[in-house]
């Protein structure tokens, strides 16, 4: 009785056995690839100043909270110049004498689409329980993209942030320690 079996090229059950281990190797050499081509942008070489900045402005945040301020923010429009007014209210000891006030619309995936407005200070109660700024868009912008914004309205030394939904920026109102 003569049995012919055929080369081991041609059975089934070698090249079954060499499926995992090539597609790991294939895997790993992808992997190298991505590594050395993409861009690291998460990691940032002075992150202890980037710590140290982040915490004075939890305490700027912690400041907004003690002061009892919310801001109703209206947007007149979506091109440069267009206005902005923000109405700053206190429920605590009142409204902090500020001339001017920053405020920025911090988009979530490109850091260059941000926008900003300097507010000048155009009115203010006798009690000081409220006080009301204008101003304008610095730069041409696309607001009322579907985007979620974040809100960040800045004084001397307090800070109002809040994100506000696509479609919102028309106007909304932010609330300290929220």
Do not use: C
């Amino acid at each position: 009785m003569h049995s012919t079996t055929a080369p081991w090229y041609r059975q089934r059950w070698p090249w079954l056995l060499m499926v995992p281990p090539l597609a790991a190797v294939i895997g790993g050499a992808i992997t190298i690839v991505l590594a050395v081509r993409s861009n690291d942008g998460m990691v940032a070489a002075d992150y202890y100043k980037r710590g140290l900045a982040i915490n004075a402005e939890l305490s700027r945040s912690r400041r907004a909270a003690e002061l009892g301020l919310a801001a109703e923010v209206r947007t007149g429009g979506e091109a440069a110049g267009d206005s902005v007014d923000v109405r700053l209210t206190s429920a605590g000891p009142g409204v902090p004498p500020e001339a001017a006030l920053r405020v920025r619309l911090v988009h979530p995936g490109r850091s260059g689409a941000d926008r900003s407005a300097t507010l000048g200070r155009v009115a203010a109660d006798a009690e000081g329980r409220s006080a009301e700024y204008r101003g304008a868009w610095g730069e041409a912008t696309e607001l009322h993209a579907p985007v979620a914004w974040r809100v960040v309205i800045e004084g001397r030394d307090w800070r109002l942030d809040g994100g506000i939904a696509a479609g919102e920026v028309r106007s909304f109102r932010l609330l300290a320690g929220q």
